[in-house]
């Protein structure tokens, strides 16, 4: 199980071009070419592509290993190649269509944004395959930039309280804990790329970081 640290062009914020999933890597077509064998490190699939003709897949993708939730402006073309790879696919609209920032899922559940209606969390779930419990991170309602989840782990804003840690406990069913990421940054989602293999954190991440997010994904 690695944990390494990797930048995309000198950008250390690697959770913007790339999502992971037990079963999946999907990463900006345009990444940096060191980028990517770093990635190969998760010992999954890369799939390199675009969403809504945009490189920020980590921005506007969430998914597991039965789902991807994607934006309505997502072409046919571009949904096609997620359905090629097996997976569920639907497109949620308005103010959430950065699905990544508003989900983190795992295989086993999911939060999302506490101001996602009743039935568009039902259309996410039945394409994750997991009960989606819409609630906020410390106190934002972008959970899904909060919070990042593998099968094994959990590491959430380094302000979520113990109470909220117990809750995403009981949700995510792995445990987890607070975390930052680049040198302090709490939105660990926007630096970090894992799966219950490996983690990659942005390069601007110090030791003591890295060491909390491989203890809170049980990569240690």
């Known amino acids: 199980m690695s944990v390494l640290k990797a930048s995309n062009f000198g950008n250390p914020h690697i959770g913007v071009f790339a999502r992971a999933s037990e079963k999946l890597v999907v990463a900006d077509i345009s990444s940096s070419p060191k980028l990517i064998p770093v990635l190969s490190k998760l010992s999954v699939p890369i799939l390199q592509a675009t969403i809504g003709g945009s490189g920020l897949v980590g921005i506007f ?50 939060i999302a944004n506490p101001e996602i209606s009743s039935k568009e969390a039902k259309r996410i779930s039945d394409c994750l395959g997991v009960e989606v419990v819409c609630k ?16 094994k782990g959990f590491a959430a804003h380094n302000r ?54 491989a203890q809170a994904l049980d990569l240690v």
């Open 61 to 110: 993708l969430a998914m597991n290993s039965n789902g991807a939730v994607l934006p309505p402006n997502c072409s046919k073309e571009e949904m096609a190649v997620f359905k090629k790879q097996g997976l569920n696919t639907i497109s949620i609209s308005g103010p959430f269509s950065a699905a990544g920032n508003n989900i983190a899922a795992n295989d086993f559940g999911a």
């Open 160 to 213: 979520t309280s113990e109470e909220e840690l117990k809750e995403l406990q009981s949700i995510l069913k792995v445990p987890g804990q607070n975390c930052t990421v680049n040198m302090g940054v709490a939105f660990v989602s926007l630096g970090t790329v894992a799966n219950s293999h490996g983690a990659v954190l942005g390069e601007a991440s110090t030791g003591f970081e890295v060491g909390r997010v």
């Open 136 to 151: 906020s991170v410390a106190g934002y309602l972008t959970s899904g930039s909060c919070v990042i989840a593998t099968n």
